[in-house]
């Protein structure tokens, strides 16, 4: 695909949901497809959002790092992260304690 894509977020926003509306889709379906709610799929406008911008990006026949290349390495292989393994962290710690203690714990065993 040779398109040129919007580098401001709410046009490349507009952008993707006519490229899903021209190949028969849309957010809405997408939702449906990964089963999960419209309202997570809009998310990806906003935050990063792997598995929605990778399904997105696989509805369009483009890599994701074309459409969000501030969210993806530009090899394409995994996306960004700010935090890594938080999600991880979280879910170990969520019924023992909060995390800001974990992390001070952490921090002066280190």
Known sequence: MKT???TDPDQRWE????????????LALLAQELGVS?????N???VRY???ERA??????????YIWP???????????RDRPNVSEQRVLHKHTQSNATTHCQMARSA
């Not at 949901?17 to 849309?26: N, P, T």
């Open 70 to 80: 501030d969210r993806w390495h530009p090899d394409g292989a995994a996306p960004l």
């Open 50 to 52: 792997p598995r929605v």
């Open 4 to 6: 040129e894509i919007p």
């Open 56 to 65: 997105i990006a696989r509805k369009l026949s483009i890599a994701p790092q």
């Open 38 to 42: 419209r309202q997570s799929v809009n």
């Open 44 to 46: 990806a406008k906003r």
């Open 15 to 26: 952008w993707v949901k006519y490229q899903l509306r021209k190949r028969g889709s849309s």
